[in-house]
Nanobody, 121 residues
Framework: QARLVESGGGLVQTGGSLRLSCAASGGTMCLSSMNWYRQTPGKERELVAAKQTGGATHYSDSVKGRFIISSDNAKNTAYLQMNSLKPEDTAVYYC???????????????WGQGTQVTVSS
């Protein structure tokens, strides 16, 4: 069964960095096109970064210039490099991807369990 597992969250000070990982297993997953979302209690889930099959990447205005989405197909793992973190980046982060063949969608059928990122001021 296809599965996504995030890791790499934690507590970091303002200005610090974290790299989230999203490991795919149990099926033929596509990480060439995938999304990273985040959510805080009482708020709508926010799309923060997206990667498309042609290599294009998109970022929300709130993270543009600070976050980088990437993937390593050989390792079946996607990443979200988060730099210059701010307290408002505190959230649970989710990776979102689909199965093969790769297509570009706004939302994919598979979700990870989420990883908590907390940025202290």
């Amino acid at each position: 069964q296809a599965r996504l597992v995030e890791s790499g969250g934690g507590l970091v000070q303002t200005g610090g960095s974290l790299r989230l990982s999203c490991a795919a297993s149990g099926g033929t997953m596509c990480l060439s096109s995938m999304n990273w979302y985040r959510q805080t209690p009482g708020k709508e889930r926010e799309l923060v970064a997206a990667k498309q099959t042609g290599g294009a990447t998109h970022y929300s205005d709130s993270v543009k210039g600070r976050f980088i989405i990437s993937s390593d197909n050989a390792k079946n793992t996607a990443y979200l490099q988060m730099n210059s973190l701010k307290p408002e980046d505190t959230a649970v982060y989710y990776c979102n991807a689909g199965g093969a063949p790769c297509t570009d969608l706004r939302e994919y059928p598979y979700w990870g369990q989420g990883t908590q990122v907390t940025v202290s001021s």
